[in-house]
Nanobody, 114 residues
Framework: QVQLVESGGGLVQPGGSLRLSCAAS????????MGWYRQAPGKQRELVAF???????NYAESVRGRFTISRDNAKNTVYLQMNSVKPEDTAVYYC????????WGQGTQVTVSS
């Protein structure tokens, strides 16, 4: 069993920045991928970004150019740097880890509002 602990969510003004962290209870060096989904009220969960074992990254069109995903293997942690946030980025953000089995974090709330 793998535990994922997310942190960094909160309230931020439009145009501001926020950094989410997801710490895994095991090494992330050889995982298939790790990333973030989000779910806004009344909407389906959507993929935000992910990073592979080979450091390849992929982003949803709605966040490309504003969000950056990165990983620190020494800390077993993946980060999501969120810049130029918009009200439509408001959602619960869930971290996931894919290593043949998919594990999920508990979610962290991000609210973009003035």
């Amino acid at each position: 069993q793998v535990q994922l602990v997310e942190s960094g969510g909160g309230l931020v003004q439009p145009g501001g920045s926020l950094r989410l962290s997801c710490a895994a209870s095991r090494s992330i060096y050889s995982i298939t991928s790790m990333g973030w989904y989000r779910q806004a009220p009344g909407k389906q969960r959507e993929l935000v970004a992910f990073i592979t074992s080979g450091e390849a990254t992929n982003y949803a069109e709605s966040v490309r150019g504003r969000f950056t995903i990165s990983r620190d293997n020494a800390k077993n942690t993946v980060y999501l740097q969120m810049n130029s946030v918009k009200p439509e980025d408001t959602a619960v953000y869930y971290c996931y880890l894919n290593t043949r089995v998919i594990y999920w974090g508990q979610g962290t709330q991000v609210t973009v509002s003035s």
